[in-house]
Protein backbone atom coordinates (compact mmCIF):
# COMPACT_ATOMS: atom_id res chain seq x y z
CA UNK A 1 0.00 0.00 0.00
CA UNK A 2 1.29 3.16 -0.62
CA UNK A 3 2.22 6.18 1.57
CA UNK A 4 -0.30 8.33 -0.23
CA UNK A 5 -3.16 6.15 0.66
CA UNK A 6 -2.20 5.34 3.85
CA UNK A 7 -1.99 9.06 4.59
CA UNK A 8 -4.95 9.80 3.29
CA UNK A 9 -6.79 6.40 5.19
CA UNK A 10 -5.97 8.75 8.68
CA UNK A 11 -8.34 11.06 6.90
CA UNK A 12 -11.27 8.51 6.41
CA UNK A 13 -13.50 9.19 9.28
CA UNK A 14 -13.33 12.90 8.85
CA UNK A 15 -13.90 13.00 5.31
CA UNK A 16 -16.95 10.13 5.52
CA UNK A 17 -18.56 12.27 7.91
CA UNK A 18 -18.09 15.71 5.63
CA UNK A 19 -19.92 13.33 2.63
CA UNK A 20 -22.64 12.13 4.58
CA UNK A 21 -23.38 15.70 5.41
CA UNK A 22 -23.44 16.43 2.01
CA UNK A 23 -25.79 13.33 1.48
CA UNK A 24 -28.29 14.53 4.22
CA UNK A 25 -28.38 17.92 2.52
CA UNK A 26 -28.68 17.26 -1.12
CA UNK A 27 -29.22 20.74 -3.73
CA UNK A 28 -30.19 20.89 -7.55
CA UNK A 29 -27.78 22.45 -9.97
CA UNK A 30 -27.27 25.67 -9.51
CA UNK A 31 -28.96 25.91 -6.20
CA UNK A 32 -25.75 24.25 -4.36
CA UNK A 33 -25.71 27.11 -1.95
CA UNK A 34 -24.88 25.23 1.41
CA UNK A 35 -22.95 22.82 -0.65
CA UNK A 36 -20.56 25.26 -2.25
CA UNK A 37 -19.83 27.18 1.23
CA UNK A 38 -18.83 24.18 2.74
CA UNK A 39 -16.67 23.62 0.05
CA UNK A 40 -15.26 26.68 0.29
CA UNK A 41 -14.93 27.60 3.91
CA UNK A 42 -12.96 24.51 3.85
CA UNK A 43 -10.66 25.53 0.99
CA UNK A 44 -9.46 28.35 2.49
CA UNK A 45 -9.33 27.03 5.55
CA UNK A 46 -6.49 24.85 4.29
CA UNK A 47 -4.97 28.17 2.79
CA UNK A 48 -6.23 27.99 -1.01
CA UNK A 49 -7.42 30.87 -2.66
CA UNK A 50 -11.24 30.39 -3.21
CA UNK A 51 -13.40 32.48 -5.54
CA UNK A 52 -17.13 31.95 -5.64
CA UNK A 53 -20.14 32.03 -8.00
CA UNK A 54 -18.11 30.96 -11.50
CA UNK A 55 -21.05 29.65 -12.99
CA UNK A 56 -23.32 31.01 -10.31
CA UNK A 57 -22.33 28.39 -7.28
CA UNK A 58 -19.47 26.78 -9.01
CA UNK A 59 -16.00 26.93 -6.46
CA UNK A 60 -12.28 27.50 -7.71
CA UNK A 61 -9.36 26.59 -4.77
CA UNK A 62 -6.15 27.41 -6.16
CA UNK A 63 -2.61 26.29 -4.60
CA UNK A 64 0.53 27.85 -6.01
CA UNK A 65 3.70 26.56 -4.88
CA UNK A 66 7.09 27.44 -6.28
CA UNK A 67 8.27 28.93 -9.60
CA UNK A 68 7.20 25.71 -11.62
CA UNK A 69 4.80 27.03 -14.91
CA UNK A 70 2.61 24.37 -14.71
CA UNK A 71 -1.04 24.36 -14.20
CA UNK A 72 -3.35 21.49 -13.73
CA UNK A 73 -7.30 21.08 -13.25
CA UNK A 74 -9.27 18.96 -10.45
CA UNK A 75 -13.08 18.81 -11.10
CA UNK A 76 -15.67 17.61 -8.99
CA UNK A 77 -19.37 17.58 -9.47
CA UNK A 78 -21.88 19.16 -6.54
CA UNK A 79 -25.51 18.91 -7.93
CA UNK A 80 -28.03 16.60 -6.22
CA UNK A 81 -31.06 15.15 -8.22
CA UNK A 82 -34.85 14.91 -7.98
CA UNK A 83 -35.60 11.41 -6.85
CA UNK A 84 -36.89 10.47 -3.32
CA UNK A 85 -34.12 8.81 -1.19
CA UNK A 86 -35.12 5.12 -0.55
CA UNK A 87 -32.10 3.53 1.08
CA UNK A 88 -33.06 3.70 4.44
CA UNK A 89 -29.49 5.20 5.75
CA UNK A 90 -29.15 7.19 8.80
CA UNK A 91 -27.83 9.72 6.51
CA UNK A 92 -30.03 9.91 4.24
CA UNK A 93 -31.79 12.79 2.46
CA UNK A 94 -33.06 15.03 4.83
CA UNK A 95 -34.76 17.39 1.78
CA UNK A 96 -38.24 14.84 0.47
CA UNK A 97 -38.17 14.31 -3.20
CA UNK A 98 -34.14 15.09 -3.23
CA UNK A 99 -31.11 12.71 -3.06
CA UNK A 100 -27.77 12.62 -4.24
CA UNK A 101 -28.36 9.25 -6.38
CA UNK A 102 -25.09 9.88 -8.97
CA UNK A 103 -22.45 9.83 -6.24
CA UNK A 104 -21.44 13.64 -6.47
CA UNK A 105 -21.54 14.03 -2.77
CA UNK A 106 -18.81 11.40 -2.80
CA UNK A 107 -16.81 12.98 -5.81
CA UNK A 108 -16.84 16.50 -3.81
CA UNK A 109 -15.81 15.01 -0.19
CA UNK A 110 -12.82 13.27 -2.68
CA UNK A 111 -11.64 16.16 -3.73
CA UNK A 112 -11.46 18.03 -0.78
CA UNK A 113 -9.78 15.22 0.83
CA UNK A 114 -7.66 15.50 -1.68
CA UNK A 115 -7.11 19.37 -1.16
CA UNK A 116 -6.40 19.03 2.31
CA UNK A 117 -3.42 16.12 2.19
CA UNK A 118 -1.72 18.36 -0.72
CA UNK A 119 -1.94 21.57 1.16
CA UNK A 120 -0.81 20.08 4.40
CA UNK A 121 2.18 17.61 2.75
CA UNK A 122 1.83 17.65 -1.07
CA UNK A 123 5.00 17.90 -3.18
CA UNK A 124 4.67 20.28 -5.53
CA UNK A 125 6.16 22.88 -7.71
CA UNK A 126 3.09 24.86 -10.37
CA UNK A 127 -0.27 25.74 -9.54
CA UNK A 128 -3.21 23.54 -8.58
CA UNK A 129 -6.59 24.32 -9.56
CA UNK A 130 -9.14 22.33 -7.90
CA UNK A 131 -12.93 22.84 -9.55
CA UNK A 132 -15.94 22.52 -7.59
CA UNK A 133 -18.86 22.54 -10.62
CA UNK A 134 -22.41 23.19 -10.05
CA UNK A 135 -25.58 21.51 -12.17
CA UNK A 136 -24.04 18.60 -13.97
CA UNK A 137 -27.20 16.41 -14.39
CA UNK A 138 -28.83 17.68 -17.37
CA UNK A 139 -27.94 21.77 -17.12
CA UNK A 140 -24.35 22.29 -18.25
CA UNK A 141 -22.29 23.48 -15.41
CA UNK A 142 -19.52 22.77 -17.25
CA UNK A 143 -20.19 25.61 -20.07
CA UNK A 144 -21.39 27.95 -17.93
CA UNK A 145 -18.68 28.24 -15.37
CA UNK A 146 -16.43 28.38 -19.04
CA UNK A 147 -18.89 30.90 -20.31
CA UNK A 148 -18.05 33.30 -16.78
CA UNK A 149 -13.99 33.07 -17.45
CA UNK A 150 -13.04 29.91 -15.92
CA UNK A 151 -9.82 28.93 -17.99
CA UNK A 152 -9.42 32.64 -18.65
CA UNK A 153 -9.01 33.14 -14.83
CA UNK A 154 -7.42 29.78 -13.90
CA UNK A 155 -5.69 28.55 -16.96
CA UNK A 156 -4.79 24.89 -16.85
CA UNK A 157 -2.61 22.81 -19.05
CA UNK A 158 -4.67 19.82 -18.29
CA UNK A 159 -7.62 19.12 -16.69
CA UNK A 160 -9.12 16.16 -15.23
CA UNK A 161 -12.10 14.25 -13.37
CA UNK A 162 -13.48 10.83 -11.71
CA UNK A 163 -17.19 9.64 -11.88
CA UNK A 164 -17.57 6.48 -9.34
CA UNK A 165 -18.94 3.08 -11.37
CA UNK A 166 -21.17 0.70 -9.57
CA UNK A 167 -20.84 -2.95 -10.79
CA UNK A 168 -17.37 -3.14 -10.30
CA UNK A 169 -15.13 -3.72 -7.16
CA UNK A 170 -14.55 -0.66 -4.52
CA UNK A 171 -11.67 1.28 -5.70
CA UNK A 172 -11.52 -0.45 -8.79
CA UNK A 173 -9.68 2.36 -11.35
CA UNK A 174 -10.78 2.13 -15.29
CA UNK A 175 -9.36 4.70 -17.95
CA UNK A 176 -9.78 5.39 -21.42
CA UNK A 177 -8.57 6.95 -24.27
CA UNK A 178 -10.09 8.38 -27.00
CA UNK A 179 -14.12 8.36 -27.22
CA UNK A 180 -15.20 7.42 -23.61
CA UNK A 181 -18.59 9.07 -23.21
CA UNK A 182 -21.39 9.51 -25.58
CA UNK A 183 -22.88 12.96 -26.72
CA UNK A 184 -26.81 13.71 -25.97
CA UNK A 185 -28.76 15.60 -27.80
CA UNK A 186 -32.39 16.78 -26.74
CA UNK A 187 -34.67 16.82 -29.77
CA UNK A 188 -38.65 17.45 -29.28
CA UNK A 189 -40.90 17.40 -32.14
CA UNK A 190 -44.58 18.97 -32.59
CA UNK A 191 -47.13 17.60 -34.82
CA UNK A 192 -49.85 19.50 -35.83
CA UNK A 193 -53.01 17.52 -37.20
CA UNK A 194 -56.55 18.09 -37.05
CA UNK A 195 -58.76 17.78 -34.47
CA UNK A 196 -61.65 15.84 -34.78
CA UNK A 197 -64.73 13.46 -33.46
CA UNK A 198 -62.98 9.44 -33.01
CA UNK A 199 -66.28 7.67 -35.03
CA UNK A 200 -65.04 10.22 -38.46
CA UNK A 201 -61.19 9.71 -38.38
CA UNK A 202 -61.64 10.90 -42.03
CA UNK A 203 -62.51 14.04 -41.22
CA UNK A 204 -59.76 15.14 -39.42
CA UNK A 205 -56.05 14.51 -39.68
CA UNK A 206 -54.60 12.43 -36.76
CA UNK A 207 -51.43 13.06 -35.33
CA UNK A 208 -51.08 9.96 -32.82
CA UNK A 209 -51.11 8.01 -36.23
CA UNK A 210 -48.13 9.97 -37.94
CA UNK A 211 -45.88 10.34 -34.61
CA UNK A 212 -46.32 6.02 -34.06
CA UNK A 213 -45.13 6.00 -37.54
CA UNK A 214 -42.05 8.60 -36.76
CA UNK A 215 -41.57 6.25 -33.46
CA UNK A 216 -40.86 3.44 -35.51
CA UNK A 217 -39.20 4.68 -38.15
CA UNK A 218 -36.49 6.49 -36.08
CA UNK A 219 -35.36 3.11 -35.15
CA UNK A 220 -34.78 2.44 -39.18
CA UNK A 221 -31.98 5.07 -38.34
CA UNK A 222 -29.62 3.60 -36.16
CA UNK A 223 -30.23 0.16 -38.02
CA UNK A 224 -29.86 1.25 -41.55
CA UNK A 225 -27.94 4.45 -41.51
CA UNK A 226 -25.63 4.04 -39.02
CA UNK A 227 -22.47 2.10 -40.02
CA UNK A 228 -22.80 -0.95 -38.31
CA UNK A 229 -19.41 -0.69 -35.92
CA UNK A 230 -20.76 2.44 -34.92
CA UNK A 231 -22.77 3.61 -31.59
CA UNK A 232 -25.88 4.87 -31.71
CA UNK A 233 -29.25 5.24 -29.58
CA UNK A 234 -32.63 6.85 -30.44
CA UNK A 235 -34.78 6.70 -27.56
CA UNK A 236 -38.67 8.31 -27.31
CA UNK A 237 -38.74 8.62 -23.92
CA UNK A 238 -42.51 10.98 -23.72
CA UNK A 239 -44.91 10.35 -26.71
CA UNK A 240 -48.14 13.44 -25.50
CA UNK A 241 -51.45 13.75 -27.56
CA UNK A 242 -55.06 13.84 -26.45
CA UNK A 243 -57.04 12.89 -23.39
CA UNK A 244 -60.13 11.29 -24.22
CA UNK A 245 -61.04 8.01 -25.97
CA UNK A 246 -63.10 9.61 -28.79
CA UNK A 247 -60.90 12.37 -29.89
CA UNK A 248 -59.03 13.10 -32.55
CA UNK A 249 -56.50 15.40 -31.43
CA UNK A 250 -55.26 18.37 -32.89
CA UNK A 251 -51.50 17.91 -31.30
CA UNK A 252 -48.98 15.18 -30.99
CA UNK A 253 -45.08 15.88 -29.15
CA UNK A 254 -42.09 13.14 -28.73
CA UNK A 255 -39.57 13.89 -27.16
CA UNK A 256 -36.47 12.34 -28.09
CA UNK A 257 -32.85 11.47 -26.40
CA UNK A 258 -30.02 11.14 -28.91
CA UNK A 259 -26.36 9.36 -28.59
CA UNK A 260 -23.51 8.25 -30.18
CA UNK A 261 -19.56 7.67 -29.78
CA UNK A 262 -18.56 9.94 -32.71
CA UNK A 263 -19.03 13.73 -34.04
CA UNK A 264 -19.77 12.67 -37.78
CA UNK A 265 -22.48 10.01 -36.24
CA UNK A 266 -23.87 12.55 -34.40
CA UNK A 267 -24.08 14.74 -37.35
CA UNK A 268 -26.16 12.15 -39.27
CA UNK A 269 -28.18 10.90 -36.90
CA UNK A 270 -29.51 14.83 -36.61
CA UNK A 271 -29.74 14.83 -40.21
CA UNK A 272 -32.03 11.68 -40.43
CA UNK A 273 -33.85 12.49 -37.86
CA UNK A 274 -35.18 15.87 -39.73
CA UNK A 275 -36.28 14.16 -43.18
CA UNK A 276 -37.83 11.04 -41.95
CA UNK A 277 -39.58 13.34 -39.51
CA UNK A 278 -40.57 15.88 -42.23
CA UNK A 279 -41.44 12.79 -44.56
CA UNK A 280 -43.67 10.83 -42.36
CA UNK A 281 -45.22 13.55 -40.98
CA UNK A 282 -46.31 15.16 -44.80
CA UNK A 283 -47.53 11.52 -45.85
CA UNK A 284 -49.90 11.70 -43.24
CA UNK A 285 -51.40 15.03 -43.92
CA UNK A 286 -49.19 16.26 -40.73
CA UNK A 287 -47.15 19.30 -40.21
CA UNK A 288 -43.99 18.69 -38.24
CA UNK A 289 -41.23 21.33 -36.21
CA UNK A 290 -38.45 20.06 -34.87
CA UNK A 291 -36.32 21.46 -31.89
CA UNK A 292 -32.59 20.50 -31.44
CA UNK A 293 -31.78 21.38 -27.63
CA UNK A 294 -28.09 20.37 -27.76
CA UNK A 295 -26.94 18.40 -24.91
CA UNK A 296 -23.45 17.02 -24.41
CA UNK A 297 -20.91 16.75 -27.03
CA UNK A 298 -18.86 13.45 -27.27
CA UNK A 299 -16.49 12.98 -24.15
CA UNK A 300 -12.45 12.49 -25.39
CA UNK A 301 -9.86 11.81 -23.48
CA UNK A 302 -6.65 12.54 -25.09
CA UNK A 303 -3.63 9.98 -24.92
CA UNK A 304 -0.62 11.70 -22.85
CA UNK A 305 -2.78 12.75 -19.87
CA UNK A 306 -4.27 9.53 -20.12
CA UNK A 307 -1.56 7.51 -19.94
CA UNK A 308 -0.23 9.74 -17.07
CA UNK A 309 -3.34 8.85 -15.13
CA UNK A 310 -3.08 5.42 -15.99
CA UNK A 311 0.33 4.89 -14.41
CA UNK A 312 -0.64 6.82 -11.05
CA UNK A 313 -3.42 3.99 -11.14
CA UNK A 314 -1.02 1.71 -11.75
CA UNK A 315 1.52 2.79 -8.90
CA UNK A 316 -1.40 3.28 -6.47
CA UNK A 317 -3.72 0.19 -6.70
CA UNK A 318 -1.95 -2.55 -8.79
CA UNK A 319 -2.63 -3.53 -12.03
CA UNK A 320 -4.88 -5.81 -10.95
CA UNK A 321 -7.45 -3.42 -9.28
CA UNK A 322 -6.88 -0.93 -13.07
CA UNK A 323 -8.58 -1.20 -16.44
CA UNK A 324 -6.03 0.47 -18.77
CA UNK A 325 -8.78 0.67 -21.86
CA UNK A 326 -11.86 -0.03 -20.36
CA UNK A 327 -15.30 0.06 -22.60
CA UNK A 328 -16.84 3.03 -23.51
CA UNK A 329 -20.89 4.37 -21.81
CA UNK A 330 -23.76 5.78 -23.56
CA UNK A 331 -24.06 7.65 -20.54
CA UNK A 332 -23.40 11.22 -21.04
CA UNK A 333 -21.33 13.94 -18.94
CA UNK A 334 -20.47 17.57 -19.17
CA UNK A 335 -17.18 17.25 -18.78
CA UNK A 336 -17.08 16.88 -22.31
CA UNK A 337 -17.27 20.44 -22.77
CA UNK A 338 -14.05 20.90 -21.00
CA UNK A 339 -12.30 18.48 -22.62
CA UNK A 340 -13.14 20.32 -25.70
CA UNK A 341 -11.40 23.24 -24.79
CA UNK A 342 -8.31 21.38 -22.85
CA UNK A 343 -6.66 18.24 -22.87
CA UNK A 344 -6.96 16.00 -19.83
CA UNK A 345 -9.00 12.75 -18.73
CA UNK A 346 -11.83 11.20 -16.93
CA UNK A 347 -11.60 8.14 -15.49
CA UNK A 348 -13.97 5.79 -13.00
CA UNK A 349 -14.16 4.43 -9.48
CA UNK A 350 -15.77 1.27 -8.87
CA UNK A 351 -18.33 1.65 -6.11
CA UNK A 352 -18.89 -2.39 -5.68
CA UNK A 353 -20.53 -4.88 -7.17
CA UNK A 354 -22.77 -7.45 -6.79
CA UNK A 355 -20.48 -9.93 -4.50
CA UNK A 356 -19.92 -7.05 -2.50
CA UNK A 357 -23.50 -6.21 -1.77
CA UNK A 358 -24.77 -3.00 -0.50
CA UNK A 359 -26.44 0.32 -1.55
CA UNK A 360 -22.70 0.99 -3.46
CA UNK A 361 -23.74 -1.62 -6.22
CA UNK A 362 -26.60 -0.15 -6.91
CA UNK A 363 -26.93 1.63 -10.14
CA UNK A 364 -26.63 5.66 -10.23
CA UNK A 365 -30.15 7.57 -10.51
CA UNK A 366 -31.43 4.59 -8.42
CA UNK A 367 -33.47 5.57 -5.30
CA UNK A 368 -31.52 2.64 -3.24
CA UNK A 369 -27.97 3.74 -4.15
CA UNK A 370 -25.28 5.45 -1.90
CA UNK A 371 -21.74 6.14 -2.79
CA UNK A 372 -19.10 3.76 -0.97
CA UNK A 373 -17.27 5.53 1.48
CA UNK A 374 -14.17 3.46 1.00
CA UNK A 375 -13.11 5.51 -2.20
CA UNK A 376 -12.86 8.35 -0.37
CA UNK A 377 -9.28 7.58 0.86
CA UNK A 378 -8.62 5.66 -3.05
CA UNK A 379 -10.06 8.37 -5.16
CA UNK A 380 -8.24 11.36 -2.81
CA UNK A 381 -4.82 9.63 -2.89
CA UNK A 382 -4.90 9.05 -6.88
CA UNK A 383 -5.82 13.23 -7.18
CA UNK A 384 -2.71 13.85 -4.43
CA UNK A 385 -0.25 11.21 -6.37
CA UNK A 386 -1.70 12.65 -9.79
CA UNK A 387 -0.99 16.31 -9.13
CA UNK A 388 2.48 15.78 -7.84
CA UNK A 389 3.92 13.55 -10.60
CA UNK A 390 1.99 16.09 -13.05
CA UNK A 391 3.36 18.96 -11.21
CA UNK A 392 6.98 17.48 -10.16
CA UNK A 393 9.21 19.76 -8.57
Request: net charge negative; glycine share 12%; aromatic share 6%.
Amino acid sequence: MSDTLIQLQALSDEFTALRRDIHQHPELGYQEFRTSELVAERLASWGYAVTRGLGGTGVVGQLVRGQGGKRLGLRADMDALPIQEATGLPHASCHAGLMHACGHDGHTATLLAAAKHLAEQGDFDGTLNLIFQPAEEGLGGARKMMEDGLFEQFPCDAIFAMHNMPGFPRGKLLLREGATMASSENITITLEGQGGHGAMPHVAIDPVVAGSAIVLGLQTIVARNVPPLQMAVITVGAFQAGQANNVIPQRATLELSVRSLDRKVHQLLNRRIRELVEAQAQSYGCQASIEFRGGYPVLVNTQPETDLARQVALELVGAENVELQTAPLTGSEDFAFMLEQLPGSYLFIGNGDQASGGHGACMVHNPNYDFDDGNIAIGAAFWARLAERFLSA
